[in-house]
């Protein structure tokens, strides 16, 4: 049984044994509402004090059936709260170690810094990827959303060091700071910056002179939330097909179209061979809108163009077909 609803069982007993008490007594010795219930608890209870008024025979016989009901009810009450509170405390203990373990064997994860309206939107689309990642945030309300959501993080200050190496910086993949302050963003970035040179930082800037300082800091990209909903409202109006055809290669609940950027791993079949000879347009039915070559973006490249290891592939197409594209380009077969 559910610790809980054996609590309440045990309770709701408890009650029933005491109402029957002061109702039996009422009933047997004619005594009032208050001196039977006084009675009954205090034989419940098993105090020794003395009775309210001398019992009769049937009084005595009524007194030792409640004892005998009484105490294994009251010490399977005591049991059961016991129980349900060190039950309680060993879960959450147990859970907090099992997320310690998880968070420990992260690599090449991705750190999200504040579970704001911004934050909770990017952890939702990292996994439904899925991405490992794991947030930082400081607020107590969040960090219990976070745990509701089913998410890895660790509550505190991400501009402080010990805070990021908790959430395990120096063996991440990236970082991402989406804190509503631009200067914690600022410092957020300065401090994961000297823990780990390598690190991808991506911030958030609010004003027009963050971006800069951001960059200074040293993120290697800098978004403005504003900037960029400004922008698609008014291209909402100006190229209303455009953005529609956008929505739908980038939409994560669509089900017909998807652009997704897929890495040449150096087992793939696909390592040096042209994009014409692959069959990825004749056998999958993909397309290739771009090509990444050495940081260096290629669109709509020339179907002669050879494909390397390490390259990255902008493939548009039905989501089965990206799929066993991401697999050909792992090296899982052929």
Not at 99 to 109: A, E, R, S, T, Y
Not at 161 to 184: C, P, Q, W, Y
Request: charged share 20%.
């Amino acid at each position: 049984m559910d610790p809980f609803r054996k609590v309440l069982f045990s309770l709701i007993s408890l009650v029933i044994l005491i109402g029957g008490g002061t109702v039996g007594y009422a009933a047997i010795e004619g005594w009032s509402a208050f001196e039977s219930l006084y009675m009954t608890v205090i034989t419940l209870a098993t105090v020794g004090y003395k009775e309210v008024h001398e019992l009769s025979y049937e009084g005595k016989v009524f007194t030792i059936v409640l004892i005998v009901f009484g105490t294994g009810n009251i010490a399977y009450t005591i049991g059961s709260m016991i129980q349900f509170m060190v039950e309680g405390q060993l879960r959450k203990l147990l859970g907090r170690k099992k997320l310690q373990k998880q968070i420990q064997n992260l690599k090449g994860h991705y750190i999200v810094c504040g579970y704001g309206r911004m934050g909770k939107l990017v952890s939702r689309e990292f996994a439904s990827k899925p991405l490992p990642f794991i947030v930082v945030e400081q607020s107590s309300e969040a960090c219990q959303r976070l745990e509701e959501d089913g998410h890895l993080f660790v509550q505190g200050d991400a501009t402080h060091d010990d805070v990021l190496e908790k959430a395990g910086i120096r063996n991440a993949e990236g970082l991402i700071t989406v804190v509503t302050s631009d200067s914690a963003n600022v410092f957020i970035t300065l401090t994961a910056r000297g823990i780990n040179h390598d690190l991808y930082i991506l911030a958030r800037a609010s004003e027009d002179g963050a971006k800069t300082k951001l960059m200074r800091a040293g993120a290697n990209k800098v978004v403005s939330p504003y900037t960029i909903g400004a922008s698609r409202i008014a291209q909402a109006i100006i190229r209303p097909s455009v953005v529609d055809f956008i929505d739908i290669a980038t939409g994560r609940e669509n089900l017909e179209l998807q652009i997704e950027e897929i890495k040449i791993c150096s087992k793939s079949t696909l390592s040096g061979k042209t994009l014409i000879n692959s069959g990825i347009r004749k056998e999958l039915g993909l397309i290739i809108v771009g090509i990444k070559k050495n940081q260096q973006m290629s669109f709509n490249p020339d179907p002669a163009t050879e494909i390397d290891t390490g390259d990255t592939l902008i493939a548009l197409g039905e989501p089965d077909a990206i799929t066993n594209l991401e697999v050909i380009a792992l090296g899982a077969r052929g």
